[in-house]
Nanobody, 124 residues
Framework: QVQLVESGGGLVQAGGSLRLSCVAS????????MGWFRQAPGKEREVVAA????????YYPDSVKGRFTISRDNAKDTVYLQMNSLKPEDTAVYYCALARSLSYRSGSSSYDYWGQGTQVTVSS
């Protein structure tokens, strides 16, 4: 069983930055790809970043490309999401997820384990 625990959410003004962290336990973290997703009220869950097992390959949708950066530290079993130039439309609950795959995945159905989520609120 895998446990994922996110932290780092909060309230920030538009244009500000936040860094989310997600610590994994229960499996060999470095053998799996990771992703960050978000879900706003009344909207579907969407991917905002994904990273392969080594950190050498990443994916971003156009909505966050150039503003968000995903990274991982396999020695610490941790994946990060650096979010810069935040906008009010980035407001959502952010989830980290683990996929039993070496390569990254962009679809939520490909992920096997999920964290509990952390709230990010961007004020205008």
């Amino acid at each position: 069983q895998v446990q994922l625990v996110e932290s780092g959410g909060g309230l920030v003004q538009a244009g500000g930055s936040l860094r989310l962290s997600c610590v994994a336990s229960g499996r060999t973290f470095s053998s799996y790809s990771m992703g960050w997703f978000r879900q706003a009220p009344g909207k579907e869950r969407e991917v905002v970043a994904a990273i392969n097992w080594s950190g050498g390959s990443t994916y971003y949708p156009d909505s966050v490309k150039g503003r968000f950066t995903i990274s991982r530290d396999n020695a610490k079993d941790t994946v990060y999401l650096q979010m810069n130039s935040l906008k009010p439309e980035d407001t959502a609950v952010y989830y980290c997820a683990l996929a039993r795959s070496l390569s990254y995945r962009s679809g939520s159905s490909s992920y096997d384990y999920w964290g509990q989520g952390t709230q990010v609120t961007v004020s205008s």
